[in-house]
């Protein structure tokens, strides 16, 4: 496996620096809307699990994605904003994803981020509408980008992210919450993690490369490596993450550790154990790796940040 070194690249300065640009460029989107000030506790609710925490990894996923194949004569200011405000939107879909993940009728979990999970701060019905603006929030973000984004893009990255959850997270989520107490096979856990998580995953990577590539004549071979790059990195995220419920605890993981054995869910270790599942999350990472290695695009950052998810702690 590569390691960090190899590529060159100071991966923790890289996602600390592009954690800092998605959390102010946040900020500035709440302080640009005047209809924030109408209903201010549910837009409170809605600031309260977005704007506090999270590795923002979806949202630098689609940046690295889109530095990785910019040429640098069309990397304008404006286009690096418009990439920004797509890395918001994904975080957006991801908070609102994981503040009805934590409701009682789904994962019922009481401390998201190190707080308490939305619906505990603000009450259920609260936190369901919280949710419900956030996903049309992501949108409409999207409507409003710059004249240097086509209306196709726009409509291509629309179409990318709405696949994401109809198709992704919500079924995902279904199977997921079919599945607990039931004895499931591998397949079963693998085709949860990769609607559950990878499908997210894999729409930041490419609508990073929607911004990026626009009428570029290579763009649905690069786009199709992407694909698999991306959902192959999703699925060793979700390995990763099931080890981490088992190994790591509560304080280090900002929500509860332990809570997929006591809640019977299917994961990675509890159908293969910890060992296959760490050698999974290796498998799949380095046949990501494959996936792109053959494209002519600055690749180094996109392996760099597949091996970061592969040896995260939190
Ligand atoms: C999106 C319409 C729509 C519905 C949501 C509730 C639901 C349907 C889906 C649940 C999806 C889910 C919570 C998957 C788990 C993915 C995962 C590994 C989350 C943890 O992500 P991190 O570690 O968290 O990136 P931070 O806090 O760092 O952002």
Known sequence: ?????????????????????????????????EHFKAAPNLWDAVKYSLLNGG?????????????????????SK????????????LEMIHAMSLIHDDLP???????RRGKPSCHKAFGEATAILAGDALLSLAFQIITDLTKEITETQKLELISTLTKAFSFGLVPGQILDLACVNENCSLSVVQN???????????????????????????????????????LKTGIAYQIIDDILDI?????????????????????YPSVIGLNESKKMAEEQ???AFNEIKLLKINSHLLQALSNYILNRVN
Do not use: W
């Not at 300065?13 to 460029?25: A, R, V």
């Open 105 to 111: 009728s789904m994962d019922n979990d009481d401390l």
């Open 55 to 75: 590795k923002r990894l979806r949202g630098i996923l689609c940046i690295a994605t889109y530095e990785s194949l910019i040429e640098q004569t069309n990397n």
């Open 192 to 230: 949860i993690s990769l609607l559950k998580t990878a499908a997210l995953i894999k729409a930041s990577i490419i609508a990073g490369a929607l911004i990026a590539l626009n009428d570029n004549k290579t763009k649905s071979n690069i786009i199709l490596c992407l694909d698999s790059f991306g």
């Open 247 to 267: 190994t790591s605890d509560t304080k280090t993981l900002g929500k509860t550790s332990g809570k997929d054995e006591k809640q019977k869910k299917a994961t």
């Open 78 to 89: 404006e286009r690096f904003q418009d990439c920004l405000t797509v890395a918001c939107s």
């Open 1 to 33: 496996m590569p390691t960090e070194t190899e590529f060159d690249i100071d991966i923790k300065t890289y996602l600390n620096t592009q954690k800092k640009y998605i959390d102010n460029h946040l900020n500035e989107i709440f302080n640009n809307y």
């Open 285 to 287: 990472i380095s046949q």
